[in-house]
């Protein structure tokens, strides 16, 4: 429920209405607007509801939040949210750009990329430091040694690390070390790792489930924002289609009707949308036009020898011209890069 309340409502009509809402047994949250402050009453709606809330002094309407993502929705706010962490800022007018390897492989490699990508506009670092493999015999990543590394990276750039989380037990350890916490495809619907995620208090990417449709999507962002953390980016990274010319199929149509129910940002993630680099630049000058608020990309100076999805990475150079042919699309959409 969206609890509406008069331009000239006061603060004690407004803390009744919050009052009542948490006595009804719903979670009040108030949002104060410019113009007029509405409350949501969050929780499960259910009959005479609207009757038991329409009365209070103060109150103009009593609206029903249609959609079952209730923080989620943009009926709940219509401003949109701008994510910030460090250099990192998602959902502004600057389109943000993570940029780094798939996997984090040494220091020397994970400094001397983190300098090159700043240079050339990145505003975050990804690198794994925890891997989800799809075999078990695949590098499983650095752990603590790897977040160590993107720690000494960030001290040498400044640029804000984003890096995956796999676990609930993991998340302390990560949130120390990580700027953003990301919650790859494959744990989009770890409900505990969601929650344990929102409960750091750290800024959230949350990476769309392979066969996720856009309502279990958002539904994995209700978890994180329903602990209290409002901080949380969408990245559409492609799913499972029939098709395989591609590692997975990338709908970019999912950036502006994320946009259309949602007012967290939208990020595409064109190397694992697409799981080939030659591919990359051009989904990503797409992602762009589609209206899209960030890239992840991989980069690494060596793809080749990458311990991680080589395929889908590009060079230190296709990332320079990437950013340049990016730049004129932002313009040509009103942001810029
Ligand atoms: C990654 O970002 O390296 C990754 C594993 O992505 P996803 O969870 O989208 O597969
Ligand atoms: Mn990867």
């Known amino acids: 429920m969206i609890v509406v309340m008069k331009p000239d409502a006061t603060e004690a009509q407004i803390s009744h209405v919050r009052e009542h809402i948490a006595s009804l047994g719903l979670q009040p949250q108030v949002i104060v607007g410019e113009h007029q402050t509405v409350i949501a009453a969050i929780g499960q709606e259910r009959p005479g509801l609207v009757e038991a809330l329409e009365p209070a002094e103060g109150v103009v309407k009593?609206?029903?939040?249609?959609?079952?993502?209730?923080?989620?929705?943009?009926?709940?706010?219509?401003?949109?949210?701008?994510?910030?962490?460090?250099?990192?800022?998602?959902?502004?007018?600057?389109?943000?750009?993570?940029?780094?390897?798939?996997?984090?492989?040494?220091?020397?490699?994970?400094?001397?990329?983190?300098?090159?990508?700043?240079?050339?506009?990145?505003?975050?670092?990804?690198?794994?430091?925890?891997?989800?493999?799809?075999?078990?015999?695949?590098?499983?990543?650095?752990?603590?040694?790897?977040?160590?590394?993107?720690?000494?990276?960030?001290?040498?750039?400044?640029?804000?690390?984003?890096?995956?989380?796999?676990?609930?037990?993991?998340?302390?350890?990560?949130?120390?070390?990580?700027?953003?916490?990301?919650?790859?495809?494959?744990?989009?619907?770890?409900?505990?790792?969601?929650?344990?995620?929102?409960?750091?208090?750290?800024?959230?990417?949350l990476k769309r489930g392979m066969s996720a449709t856009m309502e279990e999507f958002l539904l994995a962002a209700e978890y994180i924002l329903d602990r209290g953390n409002e901080n949380v980016m969408l990245c559409e990274r492609g799913i499972r289609a029939f098709e395989d010319h591609t590692r997975f199929t990338l709908p970019l149509a999912s950036v502006p009707y994320l946009q259309s129910k949602t007012h967290l940002p939208v990020v595409v993630d064109p190397s694992h949308g697409t799981g080939k680099a030659a591919l990359v630049p051009a989904m990503a000058r797409a992602a762009i036009a589609a209206g899209a608020d960030g890239l992840m990309v991989e980069v690494h100076d060596d793809p080749e020898h990458a311990m991680s999805d080589g395929a889908q990475t590009i060079t230190p150079d296709a990332f320079a011209r990437m950013m340049a042919e990016c730049r004129r699309v932002a313009e040509a959409v009103d942001r810029s890069l």
């Open 62 to 205: 009593v609206l029903p939040i249609m959609a079952p993502y209730k923080r989620a929705s943009s009926e709940l706010k219509t401003e949109r949210t701008v994510v910030r962490a460090r250099s990192l800022e998602v959902g502004g007018k600057r389109i943000g750009v993570i940029a780094g390897p798939c996997s984090v492989e040494s220091e020397e490699q994970i400094v001397s990329i983190a300098r090159k990508l700043k240079q050339l506009g990145a505003t975050g670092l990804r690198g794994g430091a925890y891997k989800p493999r799809t075999s078990p015999y695949s590098f499983q990543g650095h752990k603590v040694d790897g977040l160590k590394m993107l720690a000494t990276a960030r001290d040498e750039t400044g640029l804000a690390i984003v890096t995956e989380v796999m676990a609930p037990e993991h998340v302390p350890v990560v949130a120390e070390y990580a700027d953003v916490l990301q919650i790859g495809a494959r744990n989009m619907q770890n409900y505990q790792l969601l929650q344990a995620v929102g409960d750091s208090g750290k800024p959230a990417f």
